[in-house]
């Protein structure tokens, strides 16, 4: 369900290779890597409709600002001490860390896509995430528009 709901597209690392991006197993599901400036972007182009992402797809800019992928490793600087029950309100409600009166979760992350899915999925995913390599990463903050 991880591969098909395309989980590594944005919160995966990628190496280039001859056959372009792939993601860097290393470093899998950890997100955007800490202390790795956004590049500099025109604002312009996104007063004007446009939305633009990193190579890698880990950041995008859009009219909700700067967003960065977040790291959803099994580490405590990722969901390594999330409960379930945050995990299916973070994906059902779009809030951020699955927490009340959190900040909504920002584009492009599709969480409204996967409001619909089962219980059952939402524990299966969150239980293969929970498995994995926990690595130490503090994603950026995102950003406003005013700060490009």
Same mark, same amino acid.
């Given at each position: 369900?991880?591969?098909?709901?395309?989980?590594?597209?944005?919160?995966?690392?990628?190496?280039?290779?001859?056959?372009?991006?792939?993601?860097?197993?290393?470093?899998?599901?950890?997100?955007?890597?800490?202390?790795?400036?956004?590049?500099?972007?025109?604002? =312009?182009?996104?007063? =004007?409709?446009?939305?633009?992402?990193?190579?890698?797809? @880990?950041?995008?800019?859009?009219?909700?600002?700067?967003?960065?992928?977040? =790291?959803?490793?099994?580490?405590?600087?990722?969901?390594?001490?999330?409960?379930?029950? =945050?995990?299916?309100?973070?994906?059902?409600?779009?809030?951020?860390?699955?927490?009340?009166?959190?900040?909504?979760?920002?584009?492009?992350?599709?969480?409204?896509?996967?409001?619909?899915?089962?219980?059952?999925?939402?524990?299966?995913?969150?239980?293969?995430?929970?498995?994995?390599?926990?690595?130490?990463?503090?994603?950026?903050?995102?950003? @406003?528009?005013?700060?490009?």
């Amino acid at each position: 369900m991880v591969s098909v709901m395309g989980c590594d597209d944005c919160h995966s690392p990628k190496k280039m290779t001859d056959h372009g991006p792939e993601v860097d197993l290393e470093k899998r599901f950890s997100g955007y890597p800490a202390g790795r400036p956004f590049p500099k972007v025109d604002s =312009n182009l996104i007063k =004007n409709g446009m939305a633009v992402f990193t190579g890698d797809l @880990q950041a995008a800019a859009g009219p909700w600002g700067v967003s960065f992928a977040a =790291n959803i490793s099994s580490d405590e600087t990722g969901i390594g001490n999330w409960k379930f029950e =945050n995990f299916k309100k973070a994906l059902r409600e779009g809030k951020t860390k699955g927490l009340d009166g959190a900040r909504p979760i920002l584009p492009p992350m599709p969480w409204q896509d996967f409001k619909n899915l089962t219980d059952d999925d939402i524990a299966a995913v969150f239980a293969f995430l929970k498995s994995t390599k926990p690595i130490s990463n503090v994603v950026p903050a995102p950003k @406003q528009l005013n700060e490009l």
